[in-house]
């Protein structure tokens, strides 16, 4: 059984960088075929769906966040990383690490974590 588990500070000022941390166990994310996705969900916006990396380490980004955004992995502890950079008060939400099922947005997502609150405020 896959489980992912998102970790990192619950506050970033705004300008500075937030950055998460997504845990998983019970599965590589080495495995063939896996997309390791970040997801965010505010008021505003709903559920937005922000990049992943896939089990080869390829990077894919929302064309939106893009120049903001660091997707990175450490296959020797099965973390995958966040970082967004020069947050403002629109970033505040609660975000997502999961599992995807195929390339892109689109793709279904079958396990996620149980999502952290990250608030950007000063």
């Known amino acids: 059984q896959v489980q992912l588990q998102e970790s990192g500070p619950g506050l970033v000022k705004p300008s500075q960088t937030l950055s998460l941390t997504c845990t998983v166990s019970?599965?590589?994310?080495?495995?063939?075929?896996?997309?390791w996705t970040w997801i965010r969900q505010s008021p505003g916006k709903g559920l937005e769906w922000i990049g992943h990396?896939?089990?080869?380490?390829?990077?894919l980004y929302s064309p939106s966040l893009q120049s903001q955004i660091s997707i990175s992995r450490d296959t020797s502890k099965n973390q995958f990383t966040l970082q967004l950079n020069s947050v403002t008060p629109e970033d505040t939400a609660i975000y997502y690490c999961?599992?995807?099922?195929?390339?892109?947005?689109?793709?279904?997502?079958?396990?996620w974590g149980q999502g952290t609150l990250v608030t950007t405020s000063s």
């Open positions: 990396i896939d089990y080869d380490g390829n990077l």
């Open positions: 999961a599992r995807g099922m195929g390339k892109g947005r689109g793709g279904a997502l079958d396990a």
């Open positions: 019970g599965d590589s994310i080495t495995i063939t075929g896996y997309y």
